[in-house]
């Protein structure tokens, strides 16, 4: 914990690097380093928890999704936080995912949709009714082309599903 402290940004980088491959069993020090001010080491200890597969990761990174602010200056660390909540597939951030979704500005318009369309595709990832429908409600009001193509391929599969259930379900 001592070089996470006081080692250069190099340093600390490349422990949460090596880490990588067993961060189920670091779980503390990849936490402790989603606060280091290096945004290569706050974003790689992101990367590995949600690739770690330990939902015990999900509360810690849960505690850095923000919707989008113009001077946030931890964007690459928001935009790592939520695509590794997405490869985790943390049901419980739902609705964390859901504010980043829909939180537009016309501030930055480009990071603000890189951040959302994440949030869009970590929701598809999780799966849950809730988190594919709310995706899929972006069709009409979005702006974005991507998020609003992704949000057609959900509300066809969600309309199949439905129909499938029906058929399954007529006697």
């Known amino acids: ?82 695509q590794a909540l997405g490869e985790l597939r943390f049901a419980d951030a739902t609705e964390a995912l859901i504010e980043v979704l829909w939180t537009t500005t016309f501030l930055d318009r480009r990071s603000n949709d890189v951040l959302r369309l994440a949030a869009a595709e970590a929701l598809v990832r999780i799966g849950t009714e809730r988190a594919l429908s709310m995706v899929a409600d972006r069709i009409e009001a979005e702006r974005s082309h991507k998020i609003r193509k992704l949000a057609m391929r959900v509300a066809r599969v969600l309309r199949l599903s439905a129909e499938r259930r029906v058929e399954i379900h007529v006697p």
């Open 1 to 82: 914990m001592y070089a996470m402290e006081q080692g250069s940004s190099r340093l600390r980088w490349s422990i949460i690097y090596a880490i990588g491959h067993a961060a189920a069993q670091h779980l503390e020090v990849l936490e402790t380093a989603l606060s280091d001010p290096d945004d290569y080491t706050a974003c790689a200890a992101a990367q590995h928890l949600g690739s770690s597969g330990d939902p015990r990761a999900g509360p810690v990174l849960l505690e850095h999704v923000r919707p989008f602010h113009a001077k946030d200056p931890r964007f690459p660390l928001r935009l790592a936080v939520v």
